[in-house]
């Protein structure tokens, strides 16, 4: 399976959506590759030194095979907040994509452009911040999010990124595991 983390908007919570997703995966024993897209290549440093066995690639610095791969595991994509020949093709790709928001009408904008690249909506599956909830434009956004079928359960308004922090939280490993069984259901 590939899941594809992507939201034309920076600070929507792609990385964090995408690491702590790969550690709840890998728990249940799963082989898992992520790939990072985003020149910045936070994903790749807070996997490079993990104990769950998560291998981690650097788009344009590591060897990835993606056809060998994914018959033997979950990939994840970590991509930028721009639009490129990579992210469109890692979201065609993909059997599930998640779209990360966040409170601001930019990230929702984000999300419009995802899903007019994407053209499936089916595969698509909103994720919005705890945060959404509470803030000024959260009716407005809540009121647009109703036109979709795939919205997950609120991310958690302080995900951790750090492995330890992972290990320390129930209730973050909840969360991501519920997603997981959201996305591969």
């Not at 920076?10 to 790969?22: E, F, I, M, R």
């Amino acid at each position: 399976m590939i899941i594809t983390v992507s939201n034309f908007k920076g600070g929507s919570a792609k990385t964090t959506t995408a690491v702590n997703l790969a550690f709840a995966i890998a728990q249940q024993e799963i082989e898992v590759h992520v790939l990072d897209l985003d020149p910045q290549q936070n994903a790749f440093h807070f996997l490079k030194k993990n104990e769950f066995g998560i291998n981690v690639y650097r788009f344009q610095e590591d060897e990835f095979d993606a056809d060998s791969i994914n018959s033997t595991g979950v990939i994840i994509v970590d991509t930028p907040p721009s639009v490129s020949r990579e992210t469109e093709f890692w979201i065609s790709k993909a059997d599930r994509v998640i779209i990360p928001i966040n409170e601001s009408l930019n990230a929702y904008r984000g999300l419009n452009a995802v899903l007019e690249l994407m053209g499936d909506r089916d595969k698509a599956y909103i994720l919005p911040s705890g945060f959404v909830k509470r803030s000024l434009t959260a009716g407005v956004i809540h009121d647009l999010l109703t036109d979709f079928d795939n919205v997950l359960d609120d991310l958690p308004n302080r995900a951790a990124v750090k492995q330890a922090e992972f290990t320390k939280s129930p209730s973050l490993q909840k969360e991501f595991n519920k997603i997981w069984q959201e996305l591969k259901d």
